[in-house]
């Protein structure tokens, strides 16, 4: 099983950033897929997340400025980032989980935004 996220960088405050999460080895489209974010010293937090049949949840702190997607055909989930903040500076993770239960996590991609 490989999650492999991408589309991280520097940008300003206000800027915007696209993440992306392609998977192989799973069955991706009964999986639910999700982006968390950690920051220097603090916990992994959820961020966003789509379940297999498409319903989304966002974390306050982002909604309205982010959206999550997921193309199944490509085996690929999105994160489309904007009004971005200083705040929202972090490694972002990719996670899958299917209905046993069972999870995988990509290897992070740094998002830093500069104010």
């Known amino acids: 099983v490989q999650l492999v996220e991408s589309g991280g960088g520097l940008v300003q405050t206000g800027g915007s950033l696209r993440l992306s999460c392609a998977a192989s080895?799973?069955?991706?489209?009964?999986?639910?897929m999700a982006w968390y974010r950690q920051a220097p010293g603090k916990q992994r937090d959820l961020v966003a997340l789509i379940t297999d049949a498409g319903a989304v949840r966002y974390t306050t702190p982002v909604k309205d400025r982010f959206t999550i997607s997921r193309d199944n055909a490509k085996n690929t989930m999105y994160l489309q980032m904007n009004r971005l903040k200083p705040e929202d500076t972090a490694v972002y993770y990719c996670?899958?989980?299917?209905?046993?239960?069972?999870?995988?996590w990509g290897q992070g991609t740094q998002v830093t935004v500069s104010s």
């Open positions: 080895g799973i069955i991706f489209e009964l999986n639910t």
């Open positions: 996670r899958s989980q299917d209905l046993q239960n069972r999870e995988y």
